[in-house]
């Protein structure tokens, strides 16, 4: 019922020199729709997310070196890790993916929410297309 009450908008989020955990919090907030009156808890009521210049993001501290992102391949000794240093230089918007849907609910809407989440490295994205002309930064 919800659906046809609420049609999803576009934002534009400049993660230029942000820090990671707050920027994370607020995108979170946008993707699930806590901005809206209408807001459900058990539906997918969010907007859309376009982040820019995610290779620009700030972490407090030194989570840079301590910080690690581990994996495993599937392979018997295939555990992996990674250092957020190495990380923001190989697939930097992998960072932010991670910080934001680690804040989400882990459930079935979670893969809903997190479609709705785009992430570019630089300024160039190409949704242009969906967002109002002369859209700025809306964090």
């Not at 907007?47 to 495993?72: C, E, M, P, S």
């Not at 993916?97 to 785009?118: H, P, Q």
Request: aromatic share 8%.
């Amino acid at each position: 019922m919800n659906r046809r009450f609420s049609q999803p908008a576009w934002h534009l989020v400049d993660a230029k020199n942000k820090i990671c955990g707050r920027l994370s919090t607020q995108i979170v907030s946008l993707l699930r729709g806590k901005h809206k009156p209408n807001f459900t808890p058990w539906y997918d009521c969010g907007d859309y997310v376009v982040v820019v210049n995610a290779q620009d993001v700030h972490l407090t501290g030194d989570k840079l070196r301590q910080k690690h992102f581990i994996w495993h391949t599937g392979y018997p000794g295939g555990l992996k890790q990674r250092s957020v240093r190495d990380q923001l230089k190989l697939k930097p918007e992998e960072v932010l993916r991670k910080s934001v849907l680690g804040m989400l609910a882990k459930n079935n809407l979670r893969y809903d929410i997190a479609r709705k989440l785009r992430i570019f490295p630089g300024p160039k994205h190409f949704h242009e297309d969906k967002l109002p002309p002369g859209t700025p930064s809306v964090l």
